[in-house]
């Protein structure tokens, strides 16, 4: 027995043996790229330098090199440590000391050829004299000249740790010799939430005028997540409900659930507010209901209510409860036949897929027929999750007629890290996209863009409005997201209208037609009574939005346009509004059918 139980020993000593010899080699190998790289290939090359090690950087590093294979994509390995960085990085003792690569790690950098070094604790520790040479003080002096040498180099932060992401980034900001790269474009790109100070800072970075070293650019995987089902076809609210195809009205209220109110359950009910404010047949928006469940909603409730002071308990009802409590379906039992939509947000895959497998069993089983589909939307935070969970959904979906119940997966960290949504930030291209199209003048969309929002906009409002910097940044950001919002619910208000999915296109070119009729600061257009009354009210759909967007943003009625109190004279029922300002509203209209039929040619 014990010779058994010694050799069983001795062969998992003998494996790890061999793990050891092929990890040593590997850092080897990977400290002897790096220099041959600066020494004859790092001139005036495309580097994308990743802190540290996980999943959303290989994702985002393989997409890099799938869609630009001659860049190059350096890896720190960071080891968190006590003691004098430098001098630790002075001797090749790390090579042996640092075994924070897997096997599956050296098979994915190997794929994508990824340059190697480590260092201990990264760019978030070092001090104020530190930060002016990130790479000597980090023992990096390959990577540094590699950074100098290079034409232009992107940075990613894509850590959980936020306050690390953040810390990093700004001492990153300091470096001289990325100071002195500003020019070129130097970009660090930080997982982090955009929330108050942090959103602003990160548009902060885009304006000449204040910005020294690289831009910032906050990659908030929580908004991006919702960002996804804004930008679907099949995720969208209206796809919920009854659609008069007569008037574009729904006559019925629209209620949805929301479990783990973190921050994608946040942005969930967001989503669901703006892009679910449609009327009823008396020009009204219909009734709005979210529950957003979370055992530890108590501790930030307060904080929900004072952000957002003009919505309250008969739109958003905060719930305390657990999901296997029986508080928690007792309320889904009172709710299931009113349902329109479930997002669950739980930031654990599987408490999040078997909770959407029970709700989507519940469903079937207690909802009445002829009732609107109930999409039921789970997110997949972990990548090694995802093709479990889509073959449950898709089996599930499959295994019923119709589309009654659906459940779906969102946010895939695959959907979020890639060169589309990063890189070339696909959803801001869409949003300045729709701002040259509603200008609907000679100017280039980067320069009308420029010209509406950049830094000459911000002087503007700084010194010729006397704005706070501050608050004056803000606004500027809440223009923007009116932008990014109306792009991305041009796929509603053609629903509304009648023309979205596979419509007919001559019914596009007659609504195209159409809004040519209509004269500047009016509402009214040429044409026939079905016609004119889907644009009314797809005009005041677009009003509804538009208030659902301000008091989320925390805005309230105030007599006039007050952006430091957070107050707008147009937070008002659309027939209170003067026939100019509703006119703006029949504008953005006008905007989706033009740049919809503009794209179908």
Known sequence: YMSVFSLVHLCAAFISFLFLLKVIGFKVKSALNLKL??????????????WDINEPSYLMAEDIKRNKPDDVVIFVDIEEEDGDLASKKANMSHIVNSMNVSNEDIRRLDNIRALVDHCYN????????????????LGLPDIGKIVKKAKFCNFYFLSEDESVNIAGALNMKRDERLVAKAKDE??????????????????????????????????????????????????????????????????APFTSLIVGFGSTGKEAFKFLYEFSAFIDKDKNRIPFKCYAVDENIGKIAGLIRGRMPAIGVDELELVQASVDSDDFWKLLGNIVDKLNYVVIAMNNDNQGLALAVNIYSYALQHRPKGLPSLKIMVRCYDSSNERRMTEITTSLNDSVEGDAVEMLLFGMQKDIYNCGLVLSDSIMCDAMEFNAAYENNPYSAEEQWNANFGAMELKKMVFGKGLPKYHAISDINRRVEQ???????????????????????????????IIATREN?????????????????????????????????????????????????????????????????????????????????
């Open 483 to 513: 932008n990014v919002s109306n792009s991305m619910h041009m796929s509603t208000k053609l629903h509304l209208l009648g023309l979205g999915g596979s419509a007919d296109p001559d019914e596009l070119k007659k609504f195209a037609d």
């Open 37 to 50: 790289f600066r020494l004859f290939q790092s001139k005036q090359t495309i580097v994308h330098l990743f």
């Open 186 to 251: 130097a970009v660090i790109y930080v997982h982090a939430r955009k929330d108050i100070d942090i959103e602003v800072y990160g548009h902060y970075s885009q304006f000449e005028y204040s910005k020294e070293g690289p831009k910032m650019k906050i990659v908030d995987s929580a908004y991006l997540s919702i960002a996804g089902l804004k930008r679907g076809e099949k995720t969208l609210p209206v796809k919920c409900v009854d659609v008069d195809p007569e008037t574009g009205t729904v006559n």
């Open 122 to 137: 990264g760019p978030a520790v070092l001090g104020e004299d530190d930060s002016k040479d990130v790479f000597g003080a």
């Open 521 to 601: 600061g009016k509402i009214s257009y040429t044409c026939g009574a079905k016609e004119a009354e889907l644009m009314l009210n797809c005009a005041i759909v677009e009003h509804e939005r538009w208030l659902a967007s301000h008091k989320l943003f925390g805005y309230v009625y105030g007599e006039s346009k007050d952006y430091v109190k957070k107050m707008h004279n147009c937070i008002v029922p659309w027939n209170e509004l003067s026939e100019e300002t509703q006119s703006y509203d029949c504008n953005v209209v006008d905007t989706t059918i033009r740049l919809a039929y503009k794209k179908l040619l």
